[in-house]
């Protein structure tokens, strides 16, 4: 069965600290890796979306990697500030006929001054 | 401005009252899709669309239909709501290149909370 695991669960930083979030993933065969952001009671937004041939991508301060031989990501926020307090979202999608993404349960993200 | 909109964002009803939350997209996208969203448990696809006419279950389809009759409308309706379907709803569209199985981005709405007493 496809799964999406990510971790933390919650993270807690001081703001202008860095800090990685993990997703490691079964999905098979990979078509695709997004990093979404999602504040608080509000729709997920795009950060990232990285095919096979990627290995890094970045938007701003996020920058995410791929490694699809091990199947991992992570998702690394330089000098954070308190508006990156959200939930990240690791999302895999199959190829091969499948169209259903597969979601991780999120990495909670609090940033204080 | 680009964007998917849906319709409630808030919703309180009772247990087999039937519903409809819209979802409409102006982008021209092909790809909809409707998720739930409960705590600890992450998002869950429950329908998807592909094109007009063109809709597939997802994780959690039991007691939600939907419908695709115009490209940029995809309606959840649930027929007889129980409790269990109390949770927050997003809608989300997506283009979708059709033979290559590659997406772009996927754009989300701004969420449907629904509490089903």
């Known amino acids: 069965k496809n799964q999406v695991e990510q971790s933390p669960q919650s993270l807690i930083i001081l703001e202008g600290k860095n800090c990685t979030l993990q997703?490691?993933?079964?999905?098979?065969?990979?078509?695709?890796l997004r990093w979404y952001k999602q504040d608080t009671g509000r729709g997920p937004v795009s950060l990232t979306i990285?095919?096979?041939?990627?290995n890094t991508k970045s938007n701003g301060r996020y920058t995410a990697t791929l490694d699809a031989d091990t199947k991992q990501s992570s998702l690394h926020i330089t000098a954070s500030q308190l508006s990156d307090s959200a939930s990240y979202i690791c999302?895999?999608?199959?190829?091969?006929?499948?169209?259903?993404?597969?979601f991780g349960r999120g990495t909670s993200l609090i940033v204080h001054p | 401005e680009a964007q998917v909109t849906q319709n409630p964002r808030y919703l309180i009803t009772v247990t087999g009252k039937k519903l409809t939350v819209t979802c409409s997209q102006n982008m021209n996208h092909e790809y909809m899709s409707w998720y739930r969203q409960d705590p600890g448990l992450g998002l869950r696809q429950i329908y998807y669309?592909?094109?007009?006419?063109?809709?597939d279950k997802g994780d959690v389809p039991e007691g939600y239909k939907v419908s695709r009759k115009e490209k940029r409308n995809f309606p959840l309706i649930l027929e007889s709501p129980s409790p269990n379907q109390t949770s927050l709803y997003f809608c989300?569209?997506?283009?979708?290149?059709?033979?290559?199985?590659?997406?772009?981005?996927?754009?989300f709405g701004p969420g449907t909370r629904l509490t089903v007493l």
């Open positions: 989300a569209s997506s283009q979708l290149f059709f033979g290559t199985e590659t997406y772009n981005e996927q754009f």
């Open positions: 990285m095919t096979f041939s990627e």
């Open positions: 999302v895999v999608s199959a190829s091969g006929g499948s169209y259903i993404p597969t």
């Open positions: 997703c490691n993933y079964t999905v098979s065969p990979f078509s695709n």
């Open positions: 669309s592909m094109n007009v006419e063109v809709t």
